[in-house]
T-cell receptor, first 112, second 117 residues
Framework: TQLLEQSPQFLSIQEGENLTVYCNSS?????LQWYRQEPGEGPVLLVT?????EVKKLKRLTFQFGDARKDSSLHITAAQPGDTGLYLC????????????FGQGTELSVKP | DTGVSQDPRHKITKRGQNVTFRCDPI?????LYWYRQTLGQGPEFLTY????????KSRLLSDRFSAERPKGSFSTLEIQRTEQGDSAMYLC???????????????FGSGTRLTVV
């Protein structure tokens, strides 16, 4: 059973387009994190959201945590080839030792 | 401190052999996690340590797997009698303890890619 469902799993777009990746669950999380991973490397943390309804921006990336803390989205404006990679959402629950539950990832390809 | 280091980066082994991986976390982080990632999937939790104590093990961690963190610094993950199904990327991560860790995120190493032939 996948506790965190990410969609879409694959996304291929042209440079300059906008996109949104979704991360959904029926469970409540105390925090939700987004990571970006390149082939052969470990995930790199982009952002952590902890408050329901929270919105965080990182240059052209906008992250939102759902009001009920069960879902999140990542929106990229004017995508660039450098944004290509695997995007992972991961949730943490309270009193679980900081253990993260990961979604299956969204493979993004941005073509010039 | 340059982050989380993992060694080796790649390991090819024959089925039935034992392998050991090492992880050096960020020195001030008292929590250390091991995850396994197969192609096209997100990482799956294996086990974690707070200082030298192993506090949780996933059911994914069969009795062929053992992890240690002596002295609460580096950690090793050993797989005995490897099987082809063990082929994966093994990731180590560290974080500050408590909710601070969950709220501030992990720092991952670059992983060890294991191929069992």
């Amino acid at each position: 059973t996948q506790l965190l469902e990410q969609s879409p799993q694959f996304l291929s777009i042209q440079e300059g387009e906008n996109l949104t990746v979704y991360c959904n669950s029926s469970s409540v999380f105390s925090s939700l994190q987004w990571y970006r991973q390149e082939p052969g490397e470990g995930p790199v943390l982009l952002v952590t959201v902890v408050t329901g309804g929270e919105v965080k921006k990182l240059k052209r990336l906008t992250f939102q945590f759902g009001d009920a803390r069960k879902d999140s989205s990542l929106h990229i404006t004017a995508a660039q080839p450098g944004d290509t990679g695997l995007y992972l959402c991961a949730g943490a629950r309270r009193n679980q030792g900081g253990k993260l539950i990961f979604g299956q990832g969204t493979e993004l390809s941005v073509k010039p | 401190d340059t982050g989380v280091s993992q060694d080796p980066r790649h390991k090819i082994t024959k089925r039935g052999q034992n392998v050991t991986f090492r992880c050096d976390p960020i020195s001030e982080h008292n929590r250390l996690y091991w995850y396994r990632q197969t192609l096209g999937q997100g990482p799956e939790f294996l086990t974690y340590f707070q200082n030298e104590a192993q506090l949780e093990k996933s059911r994914l961690l069969s009795d062929r797997f053992s992890a240690e963190r002596p002295k609460g610094s580096f950690s090793t993950l050993e797989i005995q009698r490897t099987e082809q199904g063990d082929s994966a990327m093994y990731l180590c991560a560290s974080s500050p303890g408590g909710d601070r860790g969950a709220n501030y995120g992990y720092t991952f190493g670059s992983g060890t890619r294991l191929t069992v032939v």
